[in-house]
């Protein structure tokens, strides 16, 4: 399958930083990138959906200037949290999608572990 | 809103058992069903999936059928391996977006 990279893999920042995670999908365009929040032994939860060159739609719950995504070439996305708090530590993950059409294969990055200290 | 349950983890079970992740889901359409599976330091790969009702997806001796009358789609395979020891992720698709369950750890002993 295509690859999706994410990076870093893990990262520790201070209360009140801001910490960037990036998405690269290395073999495809990816016409569509989702970004997704995982708690200990809980599920994916969808924070956002961002379309390259258009601003990212997010689910109800996340706070958009506190999670800040840019998706501005085919092969990049970004996920900034801004003012980190210790309720922030958490798994986040990327994917992305290359065809338009809804049922088209999402391949995963592999995951950003956050600690606030 | 649709949701996917899984049955709780962790699973043990000894090389070459029967193995049963149940799945089951609630949805308003028809969605399509997957499998995902993360294996330890890697991200979700697709393991299989069905897009219709009575559609058995299979991949890697893992089956799973789309059973609309009981809106499940349980995950089996004959006879496990040590190597399938990882987590894994029932979800759907709504839209284009994918939903998942809360994940079941399988850890399978030699």
């Known amino acids: 399958g295509a690859v999706v990279s994410q990076h870093p893999s893990w990262v520790i920042c201070k209360s009140g930083t801001s910490v960037k995670i990036e998405c690269r999908s290395l073999d495809f365009q990816a016409t569509t990138m989702f970004w997704y929040r995982q708690f200990p032994k809980q599920s994916l939860m969808l924070m956002a959906t961002?379309?390259?060159?258009?601003?990212?739609?997010?689910e109800q719950g996340v706070e958009k200037d506190k999670f800040l995504i840019n998706h501005a070439s085919l092969t990049l996305s970004t996920l900034t949290v801004t003012s980190a708090h210790p309720e922030d530590s958490s798994f986040y993950i990327c994917s992305a999608r290359g065809g338009r059409g809804v049922d088209t294969e999402a391949f995963f990055g592999q995951g950003t572990r956050l600690t606030v200290v | 809103g649709d949701s996917v349950t899984q049955m709780e983890g962790p699973v043990t079970l000894s090389e070459e058992a029967f193995l049963t992740i149940n799945c089951t889901y609630t949805a308003t359409g028809y969605p399509s069903l997957f499998w995902y599976v993360q294996y330890p330091g890697e991200g979700l790969q697709l393991l299989l999936k069905?897009?219709?009702?009575?559609d058995k997806g299979s991949n890697k001796g893992f089956e799973a059928t789309y059973r609309k009358e009981t809106t499940s789609f349980h995950l089996e395979k004959g006879s496990v391996q040590v190597s399938d020891s990882a987590v894994y992720f029932c979800?759907?698709?709504?839209?284009?977006?994918?939903?998942f369950g809360q994940g079941t750890e399988l850890s399978v002993k030699p």
């Open positions: 979800a759907l698709s709504e839209e284009g977006k994918l939903i």
């Open positions: 961002s379309n390259e060159g258009s601003k990212a739609t997010y």
């Open positions: 069905a897009t219709k009702a009575d």
